[in-house]
């Protein structure tokens, strides 16, 4: 098995490419190590010393390191967890864990406005983000502004700010008149 790594714009996250499918569907975000019960693969990932963060693609997984870990110490040590894991045959999310599906639910008046923020999303935003290996998904909309949450490479990275306010905030708000601002949320 060979896995290939990428850089992200985000110095302290990097990109692992196993060259097989991670998840079928949606994304799972493990920010801390608490909740990585939930997958065998993100408990593996978090016995290496020096991770802070874990998040599932389709076919990548994304490793944000803390704050004084440096990739040279840590890097081999993540590339034999995950290849372990898929020699293991194990699944990546155990029993009933599955992927969220992403966007947050929204009902109210503003329905037929956040059905086409969710497509733009999708459509022009998440394949974008997900080669950077992360994921942004709908939080919310309220008297015009979109609330956005940031997962994987995405979370704390430095260019994330300029990505939401130059390039999302602007393509929501030629496509979609109602929307005069986003903002990022922490879920």
């Known amino acids: 098995m060979f896995i290939q790594t990428e850089s992200t ?7 692992f490419l196993p060259g097989q499918t991670v998840l079928e569907t949606g994304t ?5 190590s608490e909740g990585a019960g939930a997958s065998p693969l993100a408990t593996r990932i978090f016995a290496v010393s020096g991770v802070a963060g874990v998040f599932f693609g389709n076919d990548f997984v994304t490793v ?14 993540i590339l034999g967890a995950i290849m372990e894991h898929f020699q293991s045959g194990q699944p990546v999310m155990s029993g009933e864990a599955t992927a969220p599906a992403g966007h947050a639910e929204h009902d109210g008046p503003d329905g037929e406005i956040v059905g086409q923020i969710k497509e733009l999303l999708d459509t022009r935003v998440r394949p974008a983000v997900a080669q950077d290996g992360g994921d942004i998904t709908f939080h919310g909309f309220d008297r015009g502004v979109v609330y956005l949450h940031m997962q994987g490479a995405c979370a704390g990275c430095p260019s994330s700010t300029l990505t939401l306010k130059m390039g999302i905030e602007n393509l ?7 929307v005069t601002e986003v903002r990022p949320v922490a879920v």
């Open 9 to 15: 714009p985000n110095p302290a996250t990097l990109k």
């Open 172 to 178: 929501l708000r030629h496509y979609i008149p109602e």
């Open 28 to 32: 799972a975000d493990f920010p801390s």
């Open 64 to 77: 944000t390191k803390a704050e004084n870990a440096e990739w040279d110490h840590i890097k081999p040590a």
